[in-house]
Every structure is written in C-alpha cells, then in structure tokens.
C-alpha cells in the first residue's frame, strides 16, 4: 500500500445514521476489544456500544484512561454547513442527550441507561464518549478547544466520572491505520478525487491498480451506454439521442402495496446501503430486502431505467465531485445537470456498476458450458481496456468494494431452458456474494409475464412502473419534439399542438401511458393529424408513416421500397412470426433470426412472385440490405442474426400476420393464442387489428375470447380470457361498437369472482378496471355492484373484490370506479371476524410469492376446511412445546363458544410477524406435524412465516402441502 502523511478527507458524511453509527462500532471493536458489547438496530437507550474495565485512549496528544463502565454514542451530521454552524449542532445533541438521562434519573447516584425503551434510560455507567463526523479546528480558540471547555462545564455537579469526543479528524486517523475498516466502507468514504487517491482506501497495490481500470472502464463506458437510439422506437432519422436529454424517473409501485416512489431513485437510496452478505449468523445483515425487481408492460421503458441507474453509478466513479467545483468546470457536467433537476440523487455509496443486457448473455453461452457471470464481465471489461482483467482480479475488487449488477430484460431471454440458467447464474452470484463477503447488490427487470418467481431465493423488494400521467406524457412529448425539431421551433410548434390535440381525445389519451407509445405518437404528429384511437391503430400508424417517410425519398432505395412494399411488409411478418415460434425452442436463448434465413425467405417470397431465379436472387439482397439499413425495424443482433429491438413492434407484426388470410383460420389462430401469457399481448393486438379491418369477424373474435378453455390449474384460477376482455375494453378496441364492449366488459368483470395468486396481479385488475369503466357510467356502476356483492359472500369469494377496494383506497390517482366505491369500507369489514379480515388482509397485499398458487390455495379452500379444536391436532407435544413460551401464541375461539379455535402468534395480523423468541424453524416443524386435512393451515403459517422472514424457504412446506392435496381434490373438497 502506497504511504502518505497527514490525514486523508474521508468523505464521512455519505455514510448516512446507520451506516456511521456501524463504522463507530466496528472502530471501537478495533480500538478498544472484543469486548466492547455493541447493540443493533432499534432502541438501545442511548447508547451504541458499552465497555466494561479500563479503557485506555488518545485525545488528540493525551493519554486518557477509564474505569469501571463506558458508554458510546454515535451523533451523525447528514449535511455539513461551516465550522461554527457544526459546532453549535453537536453541543445542542450533546446537551439533549445528558439533560434527558439526568432527567430520568435525578435522585440515583451515577447515571444509567436502559437497554428497552429510549425514554427510561435506565443504566448504569461512569463514562460517555461521543463519536461524530464534525470537524473540530485544533487552532487556539478553536472549535476543539471550546468543546473541551463546554464538556467539563457539562459534567460539573454530575455524577459522570469522564465524558470525551471523538471527533472527525480522530475517526480519520483510526482509518488510516485500519485497512479493513476503510475496505468494508470503501464505496461511502472514499474521498474525492477518486482515481488519485484510491490507495487511501483499498489495502493493496495490486487492487488499486484493478479499480482504476474499472473507472477507466466506467468513464469509456458512460459515452456509449447511456444513448437511446431513437431508431428503436423508429426514428432512423435522428439517430442517438444522451439519456440525459430525454430519459424521465419513472413512477414505482409497491407490490406489496406499501406506497410508492420513483424507480431510479429508490434503486439509488436502496443502494446507499451496505449489504454484507455472510454465513456467520453474527455478521451483520441488511434489514429488509436487499435487492430490486422492477415490473414493466411492453414499452414502459424498463431499458431505459436500467441504463439511468447505470449512468447515475458511472457518474459516480467518472467525476466524483468537491463540493467546491463548480459544475460547469466538470467534463460531465450536462449529466450531473440532468440528475440535479430531476431531482435524482448520485449514489452515496459508490458502487462499481455493470449492467448486464441478459438476452445477450443468454446468446453468449449455451450447452455444454455456463459462462459465469463475474468470468463474463471481466472479459467484457477487458474488451474496452488497455490491460485485461481475469475473473480473480475482478473478484478481489468485489471483495473490496461494494458493486451492483443490473440485469436487464429477464423476460427477453425466450426460451425456458435459457432463462433458467440465467437466473440460476444470477443466484449464483447471491451464493457467491454470501460466500466472500461481498457488499453487492442486484437489479433486475422484466415483464410480469416473463417473471415465474425464478429469483425467488433472493430477498427482492418488488415494484411494478405505474402509466405515465397525462402531464408527464406530455411533458416528456415537449421536450423530445424540442429536442429533435429545436432547429425549427415552427414546426416543432405544430408537433407539440397536433400532440396537444390527440392528448385531448378520450380514446387517445389512454395510448400516453408509456414512453414508447409517447415517443410513437410524437413521430406520428410529425408527419399526420390523424389521430389513432386504440393500440393497434397506433402500432399500425406508427408502422406505416415510417414506411412511407423512406419510400418517399429520392434515390434507388427509396425506390426500391415503393414498388415492393407487399414483399418487404410479408418479409417483415414472416421474420416476427419466426422469432416468436423459435421462443418456444428450448434450444434457442435470445430473440433474433439468422441473416441466411432472412434472405431465404426474402428469396422464396420473390419465387412465389413469379420472379425468375437469377432476378429473385439478387432482387432478394437488394431488399434485406435495404430492410437493415433504411428502415431499421430489423437490427443486428449478432455477427450472423438480426432482431427487433422493439418487442412490442416484433408483438405488432406478428398480429398482423395471424389478422390475415382466411377468417376461420384467424379465428383458430385467436383460439390458440388466447392461453399462452407470452401470447396475450399478441393476441389483443390482433384483436385490435380485426376491429380495423375484418369487421365481418368482430363477433367470432369475441366469442373465442369469451370460449377461452383453461389450459393449465393456473387459468381454472384466474381465467384468460376474462383478462383478455378487460385489456380490450381498457385498449378501445370496441368503443364505437357498444354490443361489442358490452360483450367484453361483462365477460372481464368474471375476474372479480376468481382470486387473484399475485398482488401484482391485483394490482393490474384494480388499474385496468379503473380505466376500462370509465368509458360509461354504467360500468362504473355494474363493476361497483359486482364488488359489493362479493364482498358480502363467503371469504374465499370474498377475496379479490376485497383486495381491489384495498387496492383503490391506496391509490393517488382519481378515477370514476375509485369515487364510487367510497363508504364500500364499512360494507365489507361489518360481517366479518377479525382473523376472516386479518387474512384478506394478507392475502390482497403480501402474499406468499414464493410460490404464487399460494393465496389462491388458500383462499379457495378455507371455507370447507373446519376450524381447530385443539384436541383435533396432530402433533401437540410439538405446539405445547411453544404454548409453553408465555406470550408466544394465542388462541382465537373461531366458531361457535367451546366449539372451535385457531392457534396464531400472539401478534398475528395484516402485515405482522413472529416475536424474536420462536424461531421460524419450530414454527415450521408444528405446521409439518399437522394433520394433512389441516393443510390450510399450513399454508397461512407459510405466509406468516415469509412475513417474518423473507430470506426463509417455505417452499418445502407448501410443496409437500400440494403433493397431499392437489387441485382436482380441493375442488371436489369445495
């Protein structure tokens, strides 16, 4: 390690209260023994740590020693001001803090704390010393002087035998003389000026050395990954636009209905913390979940927030910042800019990034072999580098300083075999994490339909992206027309009022609920008025202006496009339609086509023509090489394959294609189509299409939706086609045709008499029925009857209307259904007991994700499952053995007085957990000796549990639960 005198500028304030008050503890761990006694979160009665002996310290020059017992208090200042301002701030907490114990111990003899509530206080100690990150100016007169002076005046007349500080420039010395404290906080105390001061931080050379090719790395990388090319969202055009000059944080949810945020921003503060994942039951551990799951629909722009998290990580490294340099001097200064006022902060805790684009992965690896995910990036690293980085040398980064992998597009690696072995690699890094003590942190997005609880394993906060707001819609509309038209303000003008004008129409402003379809609707404006009235309509609009904005051009190629469209639109189809058949091959695992494929089918399109072979032949190159390089629906992928960037325009064609030919078959093709959940979007699209242009199949259409057979014990439980028909009814597909709408909007409203196995599911139906009944008051009303007379029926019926009137009284977001269904509250909790509304409760908010079927196994069956008689129980030796644990369970009386009752923890409820003294594992082993008949109990036991424990595997349990009673048996129980 390279040697340096005089104090480094560690950048203490990043750390945040609980991290520094963790960096006091593990310094006096180091400073003063193994005996120091610390305590962990929660109330501690004003003390982080006590010692109990002779405790023997330097202050600032003199030896000081202390006897009997020690207290230590950590005082975090969050935002530095000046000097003077600093110190008034640390004498008012320290004040505080002795007038509150004197207070509450006014006639003993020596001061005490307590270990339970903070305001007792009640234990005995001789000593305190503070621990602070404020600065204290050892100059005469100075600051420390004046606290030295203020702390003897404090303890005059008190029976405090010794008080103390140690203050920033003491905490630095520490530091520097403790190389694995600085290397466990490296990311949050790193001081500025990162790439030349480095060695401050990390232990060894060679490490140094590793981390300034991955800032290199992080700086070479922030030009080319943070630019959207517009061309994805299909402006060849204009080519790339900075994520910083368009991108927007968009608005989270809460799966488990606690709130909301914005994603980027709750990425970065989850970050901010420090999430040491070891074996030892002794080490710290995160409280909470550790990792991010972010839900999105097709075209909600998941992509692009994985790339703004990205870029706020890389500005991070890339240009570490002194609070004195002005930002106009920096090299980055329009991205720091850009997070300032959109109020993102940069991440505190400096995490190494790498964002992992996992449909590429997937295509990169394959049978026999599964490239590791550390192997893989460092070789990616080495890719942009002058030096290569091997795996070790990357790993011994990690060890050293905190990283976070965003895994981006889960549901785009197509095939199941793939996406297993990438979310096996995925919970491999978590083993791998756990088993070297690295503080690493995981992000991942997907479409819910491409998410079958395969990171299970991992403790994930989930959060879905909500629909843009018709403000933010238009707002994100101006500023990308400005962006590309701000040459012509004019022009850009009529854009903006053409936008303003179709935001205004009913159907249309429905369509600005994602950034993609924003973007589409922008380029739209710029070429028509026209404005489209339902999904299809768009996508279809979308398509065809941009076919005719570069067959209008001058040129052969333009040329070229007009006078073979039919061919080039059947290449286009056939290419989507081939994709999405090979995404059922196990043995494919990314989305794209071969480039020979492509032209054989180009080819053989020309020979069906009546082309003759050596004209189709060279006529069949002209047209793909004008397909990849004018129209830019289809881009390379690969050395050899091309694909579609945009699924949702992959999804749009593909419809097209199965809306064409011979009706019967296309009505076949909607029947087929309808079960499959990677098919649905396809399918509504379709749909869509009939609408526009196959009038004469309105009807069959309808029927098949509303004829959907269940395919699988998922669909029994929450029919497709229902969900269909009310994303048909919400996507204006039938707004000009009542018979019709009202065909599909009585069809959709059969999903509130099935339960719903997900709360995100939940959330989807609250959402989507909010919409789709405000296209008439009479919807309103019908879904508002429709919850009302559910919520009057047994629980188990009872559960979904439940959960979505729990699911609109959280919501911001007003609508006709919400106002409606004000004063259904009392309604539907008057017939019900406290334990009936305690497991709605849970079932129509956290649930049991780690295996979805969970809730609805329950709530299908609770019914005709009898309540408990003690008596009736196998396995009471077992439940005694926690009866005997006073405080520990109660025994709620069910039915009828002495007739029945169920056994809970004494704290059971919506959201509660186990008290600290019964241990998940006991709790497991009495849900296991239960009589088999008794399996919904076990099943609610697994819902409690995984409250308590999001990190414990219950899927053993609920698994062997199944085995004994397996659907087609429950429902002939029911």
């Known amino acids: 390690m390279v040697h340096t005198t005089g104090v480094a500028d560690y950048a203490l304030e990043r750390l945040g209260p609980r991290d520094f008050e963790h960096l006091t503890q593990a310094m006096l761990l180091a400073q003063v023994g193994p005996n120091v006694e610390v305590y962990g979160d929660g109330p501690d009665g004003g003390r982080d740590a006590t010692f109990h002996g002779e405790f023997v310290w330097d202050d600032d020059g003199q030896t000081r020693s202390w006897s009997e017992v020690t207290v230590f208090q950590a005082k975090f200042l969050q935002r530095p001001v000046s000097h003077q301002s600093d110190f008034r701030w640390l004498k008012k907490h320290i004040s505080n803090e002795i007038a509150a114990w004197e207070k509450t111990n006014r006639h003993d003899e020596s001061i005490v704390l307590s270990e339970a509530p903070v305001q007792n206080r009640r234990f005995k100690f001789q000593n305190i010393l503070f621990i602070t990150n404020v600065k204290l100016t050892p100059a005469t007169s100075g600051t420390l002087d004046r606290m030295t002076e203020f702390l003897s005046k404090l303890i005059e007349h008190k029976p405090i035998k010794s008080i103390g500080v140690w203050h920033y420039d003491k905490l630095c010395r520490i530091l520097d003389s403790s190389p694995a404290i600085r290397g466990a906080y490296a990311g949050l105390i790193t001081p500025g000026d990162l790439l030349a001061r480095l060695h401050l931080t990390l232990p060894e050379v060679r490490i140094v050395d590793v981390g300034l090719i991955l800032i290199q790395h992080a700086r070479n990388s922030l030009a080319e990954d943070q630019a959207i090319r517009l061309g994805e969202s299909g402006d060849p055009e204009h080519g790339r636009i900075l994520i910083h000059q368009i991108a927007i944080d968009l608005k989270v949810d809460f799966l488990n209905g606690h709130g909301s945020s914005e994603a980027a921003k709750l990425a970065i503060e989850t970050g901010n913390q420090r999430f040491i994942k070891r074996k030892d039951a002794a080490a710290e551990m995160p409280t909470g979940c550790t990792h991010l799951l972010i839900f999105g629909g097709p075209g909600q722009g998941k992509t692009t927030i994985s790339q703004l998290i ?53 295509e990169t690896n394959g049978d026999p072999t599964w490239t590791h995910l550390i192997k893989w990036c460092a070789t990616l690293i080495s890719e942009r580098a002058i030096f290569d980085v091997t795996p070790t040398q990357l790993l011994s980064w990690l060890k050293h300083w905190p990283s976070v992998f965003i895994f981006d597009g889960l549901d785009e690696v197509v095939s199941s075999d793939a996406r297993e072995k990438v979310a096996t690699s995925i919970n491999q890094l978590e083993d791998d994490a756990r088993s070297h003590n690295l503080d690493l942190y995981i992000i991942v997005t997907s479409r819910p339909q491409g998410y079958n609880n395969e990171l299970s394993r991992l403790s994930m906060q989930q959060v879905t992206l909500c629909p843009l707001t018709k403000p933010v819609s238009i707002s994100y509309a101006r500023r990308l027309i400005y962006l590309r038209h701000g040459n012509d303000p004019v022009f850009a003008s009529e854009i903006l009022r053409r936008f303003h004008t179709a935001s205004e129409s009913k159907h249309t402003s429905r369509l600005l609920s994602t950034p993609l379809q924003t973007t589409i609707l922008t380029l739209i404006c710029e070429d028509s008025a026209r404005v489209p009235q339902s999904r299809w309509e768009l996508f279809n609009l979308f398509y065809e202006t941009l076919y ?50 492509i032209k ?167 959402a989507t029925l909010a919409i789709a009944s405000s296209m008439d008051g009479k919807y309103v009303a019908l879904t508002k009857f429709r919850i009302q007379r559910n919520l009057g029926r047994s629980i188990e019926e009872a559960a979904t209307a439940w959960g979505v009137l729990a699911s609109l009284r959280s919501t911001n977001i007003p609508s006709p259904l919400r106002d409606a269904a004000i004063g259904l509250d009392e309604f539907a909790a008057r017939p019900r007991s406290r334990t009936e509304i305690n497991l709605l409760n849970i079932w129509s908010g956290e649930g049991v994700p780690k295996l979805p079927l969970a809730n609805t196994i329950v709530s299908r069956s609770l019914n005709p499952i009898r309540p408990l008689r003690l008596t009736e129980i196998s396995g009471t030796h077992e439940l005694q053995l926690l009866l005997d644990e006073p405080g520990s369970f109660k025994v709620l009386q069910v039915g009828e007085p002495d007739a029945s009752f169920l056994i809970l923890p004494t704290d059971w409820s919506a959201g509660a957990s186990f008290r600290a003294n019964v241990s998940s594992d006991q709790f497991r082993h009495v849900a296991l000796h239960l009589d ?40 002939g129980e029911t």
């Open 600 to 766: 054989s089918i180009t080819y053989d399109r020309l020979l069906s023509e009546g082309q003759p072979v050596h004209v189709a032949r060279d006529l069949a190159a002209e047209i793909v090489r004008a397909t990849l390089e004018r129209l830019v629906f289809l881009v390379p992928m690969a050395t050899d394959s091309v694909g579609f960037e945009l699924r949702s325009l992959r999804e749009y064609l593909v419809a097209r294609s199965i809306a064409s030919g011979d009706g019967d078959i296309i009505i076949r093709r909607i029947r087929l189509i309808c079960n499959h959940p990677d098919w649905q979007n396809i399918a509504l699209l379709a749909v869509g299409s009939i609408f526009s242009n196959r009038q004469e199949l309105r009807g069959p259409a309808i029927e098949a939706i509303r004829e959907t057979q269940a395919i699988s014990d998922v669909d029994l439980l929450s029919p497709a086609g229902s969900s269909i028909a009310l994303e048909l009814v919400a996507d204006n597909v039938a707004n000009n045709t009542p018979r019709y709408l009202d065909l599909l909007f009585d069809h959709a409203l059969q999903l509130l008499d099935h339960p719903v196995h997900h709360p995100q599911g939940l959330r989807w139906l609250t």
């Open 310 to 362: 990205t870029l706020a990580y890389r500005l991070s490294f890339a240009n570490d910042i002194e609070p004195s340099m002005r930002v106009e001097n920096s090299k980055f200064s329009k991205e720091i800019e850009f997070f300032r006022s959109e109020q993102i902060p940069l991440p505190t805790n400096r995490r190494w990034p790498f964002r992992v684009d996992l449909a590429k992965y997937a």
């Open 548 to 597: 005719k904005r570069e067959s209008n051009k001058t040129g052969s190629v333009g040329h070229l496009l007009g006078q073979y469209k039919h061919d080039i639109n059947y290449v286009h189809e056939a290419a989507a339609r081939w994709i999405e058949f090979a995404s059922n091959d196990s043995t494919r695992s990314v989305a794209s086509i071969p480039r020979t494929v």
């Open 932 to 971: 088999s008949t008794l399996w919904c109990i076990r099943v609610a036991i697994a819902s409690v549990l995984y409250q308590r424990d999001t990190n414990f595997d219950v899927s053993v349990l609920l698994t062997e639960t199944y085995e004994e009673n397996p659907i087609h048996r429950i429902e």
